[in-house]
């Protein structure tokens, strides 16, 4: 089973709490196995941002999944937080497979394209979508009208009544 994330950043404590639990109890859902038990079938796609990508990553190696990383742009590190790089750097180190856009400038064309690349690898797409437009081209309402429309089917985990700020 090869599942995909995309989903909003700079969420709350609060909705990040429920998120998180959100997404690893829909990993465990995917796996059938307990935390750590190994599960070589289940292949996690993520463009490994801090946040829903990064959650997704951690909860599909600890349940012994694999990581794949579909990275936008050559240059994508340099628009992530300062304080996320020792996390997303680890996090690719981890990653069997680096699939790449050919893109090296970051940005929001790069994001669509990268965020395309994971749909076109995955069975299903875990979407941390609050069901409103994106914000800018490349958001996640872009990546799940994307996966809909290639017949990619999107499981929305987002917690009922939260709001972004």
């Known amino acids: 089973m090869r599942i995909g994330i995309t989903g909003h950043r700079g969420l709350s404590g609060e909705v990040e709490r429920?998120?998180?639990?959100?997404?690893?109890?829909?990993?465990?859902?995917?796996?059938?196995?307990g935390s750590g038990s190994g599960n070589a079938s289940l292949v996690g796609v993520s463009c490994i941002a801090d946040g829903p990508d990064a959650w997704f990553a951690e909860a599909v190696l600890g349940h012994g999944g694999r990581l794949e990383v579909?990275?936008?742009?050559?240059?994508y590190r340099a628009d992530l937080p300062a304080w996320y790089h020792p996390a997303y750097d680890d996090l690719l180190r981890r990653a069997t497979e680096v699939h790449r856009t050919g893109l090296?400038?970051?940005?929001?064309?790069?994001?669509?394209?990268?965020?395309e690349l994971l749909v076109d690898q995955v069975d299903v797409l875990l979407a941390v979508w609050d069901g409103r437009p994106a914000r800018g081209y490349g958001g996640t309402a872009d990546?799940?009208?994307?996966?809909?429309?290639?017949?990619v089917p999107v499981k929305v985990l987002w917690p009922e009544g939260a709001t972004r700020g």
Do not use: N
């Open 143 to 151: 990546v799940v009208s994307y996966a809909r429309e290639h017949d």
């Open 104 to 115: 090296d400038a970051s940005g929001p064309d790069a994001y669509m394209a990268g965020s």
């Open 70 to 75: 579909a990275l936008p742009a050559e240059q």
């Open 18 to 33: 429920t998120v998180r639990a959100l997404i690893e109890e829909t990993v465990a859902s995917y796996t059938g196995s």
